[in-house]
């Protein structure tokens, strides 16, 4: 049993003595194992919408059920819708501002009573703000604001939520467009250079034991390579951290079909 887990491993420590922890359920159920197979997940495929949602909730982005809940409202739940956004919002910060206008620029205009018939009564100009204005704090806006797609960018999340998600997004984008060639040893050594999840496993107690783990998945993966690109590893993964994908596949025993040991 693994009740007092902690009190043998503090003992070992201190006594210098090298251990691994296998865990209880195994290590392809560490949770850092599944993160990390999410992740492999949609990059093969990335119409996976369970695997995305474990990718967004995991260490690696971090995203709050509420900030979930705003996304989907706002009908930007999956990677195409995410990675549209995030492609339109990049290109919008790198256009050029525009330059200020030369009122010698503006041609003349005679204004008559009929360019006045629609104008709304002026008492309603100076209403309160609407539902979907942030707040001064930087507050993302109430969570009513999220239910109109024309609303659905990714500002609808707290800044931290938001800037750790466009960062993954951009990982994403460029492993989907060559993480078959690179292979998945390369790309789960890009995961660990280009984000903070060895530093947020790192602050967990068992944080040497969970990162130990990614690095033991990477030798995993680059032994396996050999035998087939990023498609064949996820395959063999799922199939010995998702029972539901092994039953799909006809493999009745308790046993995976292919095994990482």
């Not at 119409?47 to 409202?73: F, M, Q």
């Not at 998945?217 to 996820?234: K, N």
Request: charged share 20%; glycine share 8%.
């Amino acid at each position: 049993r693994f009740t007092h887990l902690a009190h043998y491993t503090q003992a070992l420590k201190r006594a210098g003595v090298p251990f691994y922890v296998v865990r209880g359920r195994g290590f392809y159920q560490a949770q850092e194992v599944l993160d990390v197979t999410a992740l492999l997940t949609v990059l093969d495929d990335p119409e996976d919408r369970l695997a995305l949602l474990t990718l967004l909730r995991s260490p690696l982005c971090g995203l709050s059920d509420d900030s979930l809940v705003r996304l989907h409202l706002a009908g930007r739940l999956s990677l195409a819708a995410l990675l549209s956004q995030h492609a339109s919002e990049v290109a919008a910060a790198a256009a050029p501002a525009p330059g200020p206008i030369d009122p010698r620029d503006v041609p003349p205009r005679d204004y008559g009573e009929e360019d006045f018939d629609d104008a709304p009564p002026l008492e309603l100009l100076d209403g309160p703000p609407s539902l979907g204005e942030a707040g001064s704090d930087g507050a993302p806006p109430p969570l009513a604001s999220s239910l109109s797609p024309s609303s659905a960018t990714l500002a609808v999340l707290p800044s931290d939520e938001q800037g750790r998600l466009t960062r993954l997004l951009g990982l994403l984008q460029l492993l989907l467009r060559c993480g078959d060639r690179l292979g998945p040893a390369t790309c789960l050594q890009a995961l660990c250079d280009q984000t903070d999840y060895l530093a947020v496993l790192a602050a967990d107690p068992d944080g040497e034991q969970r990162i130990a783990n990614v690095y033991r998945l990477m030798s995993r993966a680059r032994a396996l390579e050999g035998r087939g690109g990023l498609r064949s590893f996820v395959r063999t993964l799922r199939l010995c951290t998702d029972p539901q994908f092994a039953a799909m596949l006809g493999n009745g025993s308790s046993e995976p079909a292919a095994q990482l040991a």
